[in-house]
């Protein structure tokens, strides 16, 4: 998942809670003291009581833990911008400096991680993908095909990073697993194999087709 993906899922969770307000994406308020305009991944207006009420969300796809300084600068953006309320989702947590830091200054952290952020994002996830773990596999790649008046179909797909692919032969039934760019047999005796174009399959009764 690329950082503008979680971005987007996060204006995408923001959506979907009730009785919130517009969720705006990546907008640019001017700061409240230089003038000069600062980006603000995801602002949430409500309206209530006649005030509009701005509430900052930064979206951070970091490995690591959110620390202190992220949190700081989340809030000093807040500030800068006017805004009632800053938000912080984070894909992996922070320390626990970083909590008291948000605590203190009234900030929120939320929590979206990388598979929940794939939920909302890829509507055909799949499941996660055993190979990389930094994203998702999507299973778009049916496809049949008739070989001596039979029918063989397949279920398959792949990762959207790592081309780690999957196969289900509805033939034989086997369930397979594609490493990027290696050949795999099936019972049946079908060759397939998860390339950069897409899925390659090699028929036992020597008929290719690529997918
Ligand atoms: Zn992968
Ligand atoms: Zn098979």
């Known amino acids: 998942m690329k950082w503008q993906e979680y971005q987007e ?19 640019t ?9 600062r980006q603000i991944d995801v602002l949430v207006e409500i309206e209530a009581y006649g005030h509009t009420i701005q509430i900052v969300v930064d979206a951070k796809f970091h490995a690591e833990k959110i620390d202190v300084k992220t949190v700081e600068e989340v809030i000093a953006l807040a500030n800068a911008v006017n805004a009632s309320q800053a938000v912080i989702v ?11 830091k948000a605590e203190f200054a009234n900030l929120t952290l939320r929590l979206l ?6 939920d909302l994002l890829v509507p055909d996830k799949w499941a996660m993908c055993p190979n990389c773990h930094q994203d998702c596999i999507v299973l778009d790649m049916d496809g049949a095909v008739v070989i001596d008046g039979l029918i063989n179909w397949w279920i398959a797909g792949k990762c959207r990073e790592c081309k780690f692919g999957f196969i289900w ?5 086997d369930n397979l697993a594609l490493p990027f760019n290696e ?18 399959v090699k028929f036992s009764r020597n008929e290719d087709l690529e997918e």
């Open 9 to 27: 899922a996060v204006a995408l969770f923001y959506e979907q809670l009730d009785s919130f307000g517009k969720v705006h994406r990546n907008v």
């Open 29 to 37: 308020i001017p700061d409240k003291v230089t003038g000069q305009r």
């Open 90 to 100: 984070a894909a992996n947590g922070w320390t626990e400096p970083a909590a008291k």
């Open 113 to 118: 991680p990388l598979e929940d952020a794939l």
């Open 169 to 173: 032969c509805q033939e034989c039934g």
């Open 183 to 200: 050949e795999v047999t099936c019972y049946c005796g079908h060759l397939w194999c998860s390339k950069e174009e897409g899925l390659f």
